[in-house]
């Protein structure tokens, strides 16, 4: 038979220092925070994305007010009349006693002929 040694003395308490309980809440903890960090992590991507994509749509936003503004401006010509005095002032037409001065680019030089 084997002789065994007691554990614990009697009327004393077993008092371990890192019991399976204190595991289990350690795990549970490290999940925990692991989940938060992640979380974490999750929000602060996202927000960045969504700050980009503001930006991006103020850019646009931008461009589009400043080509709404150039069409305002081709609509008032239109309804005024100064469109059309300007398209006819390019096909050469003038008004009564006024003088006309086309501005055009010189023309090339032809090349001269050889001479044999």
């Known amino acids: 038979m084997r002789h065994s040694k007691a554990l614990t003395v009697a009327g004393s ?8 309980r204190q595991v289990v809440i350690a795990a549970g903890v490290g999940v925990a925070l692991t989940w938060g960090g ?20 103020r850019k646009q ?7 709404n503004a150039g ?8 309804q005024s009349g ?6 006819a002032r ?4 003038a008004k009564p006693n006024e003088k006309l001065y ?6 090339t030089p032809s090349p001269s002929p050889r001479s044999r």
């Open 13 to 20: 308490v077993r008092t371990n220092t890192f019991g399976v």
């Open 38 to 57: 992640v979380a974490f992590a999750q929000e602060a991507y996202v927000s960045h994305r969504l700050s980009q994509q503001v930006s991006e749509i």
């Open 61 to 67: 936003n931008t461009e589009i007010a400043a080509q």
């Open 71 to 78: 069409y305002r401006k081709d609509v008032q010509a239109l």
């Open 82 to 87: 100064t469109a059309d005095e300007e398209e």
């Open 90 to 93: 390019r096909n050469g037409y």
């Open 102 to 107: 086309l501005v055009t680019t010189p023309p």
